[in-house]
């Protein structure tokens, strides 16, 4: 369910430092990194000529070794360097090259282009000169790499801080670091490649990757499935969507509470005109719900019943007005930006750190929805999915994504872990739905998208 660890960069220090406190060599460390970075480089590149440009810190070192090795498998390479390494591990890096060294903003372009100017030890933007620079450089090679981070990304929250070009591929190294899976920074690395360098990386907010979903056991029924209710506003088509989206889940039941009967919908899923949360699971309210006097009563209705629910659209927009009081425990909330800052205001750090806080303070799983979503738990887990399909901006997928998260929520009780899983097959559909779909083409998608990952 959660992939590779993400580590900021003080993180990354603190784990280097205790590789270096339990022994393990500050420039063995760097040959190691600049190994498993050639091997990739290697690769992807044979023996095309390149290009490595190296910064002053030990992301430069790492280049250094790069070149180095690369040049060992018989590789034409060149370095250009931004002056002096001012590191010790960096220094012996450079020695070891033992080859020229050109100055950055003269050298001429080459086939592959190697970014090893700055990683997580990047205080502030480029010059503007040496931006341009690294731009050109890596819009004339056919092949670009960057070493840990494109140069000018901040490492932590991945802005921008100077022109970064779009590298075809992004090696992490060690762990990946916020900036590789948030927003704008991950959409400047066409492929991100996480390198082992042999050092422990406890984290506690890690990629999303793939579930493992179980199959329904030999003996299972409707209810020992899980049984979704969806509570149903006036904006009827949403709160199909979601009711579709939990039928499609793996959840054995879905009840859609709606005021009348609603026409093209799926047999299977049973209407009723109460609110009846009789043997549900889980609750869904939100989408189609409207803001009104009714809609909260609907949704005040939903959170007495005591089941673990997911708030989402008109519940969040409720919620935001009078407060989370309601909210029973465990429970899932979908925001997208505009809600997250309607409900949690202007936190400060990385849209991971808002998430986590956002959890804490509601005491809620908060999906924080967008190119790249976080899921984040009160206890202090979280996952980002970064790299979902941009076709995911249109109307209703938010629906169907509340519904994803209510049915794995009743399959599973675990509020973090149907989240995940949740926002998994919602990527997964889209991808599998190709370009220019509506919503209720991500339904047609959902029951293949599960398969592939029994
Ligand atoms: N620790 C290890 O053993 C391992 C580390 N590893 C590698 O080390 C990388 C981190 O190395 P690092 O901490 O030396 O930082 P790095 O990114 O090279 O740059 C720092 C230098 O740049 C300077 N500077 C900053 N911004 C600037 C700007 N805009 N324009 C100009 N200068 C600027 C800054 O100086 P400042 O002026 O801020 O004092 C400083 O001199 C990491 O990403 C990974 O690749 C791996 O090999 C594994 C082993
Ligand atoms: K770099």
């Known amino acids: 369910m959660t992939g590779g660890p993400v580590l900021t ?29 050639a091997a990739i480089i290697w690769r992807a590149g044979h023996k095309r000529d390149a290009l490595v440009l190296c910064g002053p810190g030990n992301n430069g070192g790492d280049g250094y070794v790069i070149a180095r090795l690369l040049r060992d498998r018989g590789v034409p390479v060149r370095v250009a360097a931004l002056g002096e390494s001012c590191t010790v591990s960096g220094q012996r890096a450079r020695a070891a090259w033992g080859g020229p060294v050109e100055n950055v903003m003269r050298a001429a372009p080459a086939t592959q282009l190697v970014d ?21 450089l890596a819009g004339a ?24 070009p779009l590298f075809g591929t992004c090696i992490a190294l060690g762990a990946y670091k916020p900036a590789h899976v948030l927003q704008p920074a991950a959409g400047h690395m066409g492929r991100l490649v996480l390198a082992d360098i042999g050092i422990a990386t406890p984290a506690t907010v890690h990629r999303l990757s793939a579930p493992v979903l179980p199959a329904p056991v030999a003996q299972a029924h409707k209810y020992t499935r899980g049984l979704v209710a969806v509570v149903a506003g006036d904006m009827i088509g949403a709160s199909c969507l979601s009711a579709e989206a939990a039928a499609r889940s ?28 009789g043997r549900a699971k889980a609750v869904l309210v939100g989408p189609g719900l409207g803001r009104d006097h009714a809609a909260w009563e609907r949704l005040a209705a939903a959170a007495k019943a005591g089941v673990p629910m997911v708030a989402d659209a008109g519940a969040l927009w409720l919620l935001a007005e009078k407060g989370w009081g309601d909210l029973p425990s465990p429970a899932i909330v979908t925001p997208h930006e505009g809600e997250f800052q309607r409900l949690f205001g202007d936190l400060p750090g990385s849209k991971i750190d808002r998430a986590l806080a956002a959890a804490r303070r509601s005491g809620a799983v908060v999906v924080y929805k967008g ?31 509340a519904g994803l998260c209510a049915g794995r929520l009743a399959v599973t009780g675990d509020p973090f872990r149907a989240a995940c899983e949740a926002v998994w097959l919602h990527g997964e559909a889209a991808r599998r739905a190709g370009a220019a779909f509506v919503a209720d083409d991500l339904l047609e998608s959902l029951p293949a998208a599960i398969a592939a990952r029994l």
């Open 141 to 164: 090679a056919a092949i670009s790499h960057a070493i840990d981070l494109p140069s000018g990304i901040e490492t932590d929250s991945g802005a921008i801080l100077s022109a970064v």
């Open 371 to 401: 190119a790249d979503s976080v899921i984040a738990a009160p206890d202090g887990r979280a996952a980002v999915a970064s790299g979902a399909s941009p076709w995911l901006s249109t109307a209703g997928t938010g629906d169907v994504l």
């Open 250 to 277: 793996g959840a054995g039941y879905v009840r859609l509470l709606a005021h009348g009967p609603v026409p093209r919908m799926s047999h299977a899923i049973v209407q009723h005109a109460s609110l009846d949360f």
């Open 116 to 136: 090893a100017l700055f990683g997580t030890g990047l205080t502030r933007g480029l010059d503007d000169a040496v931006a341009a620079r690294l731009c050109a």
């Open 9 to 37: 960069a003080a993180q990354m220090r603190a784990a280097e430092q205790a590789a270096f406190d339990a022994g393990i060599d500050e420039y063995g460390l760097m040959e190691t990194a600049g190994a498993a970075a």
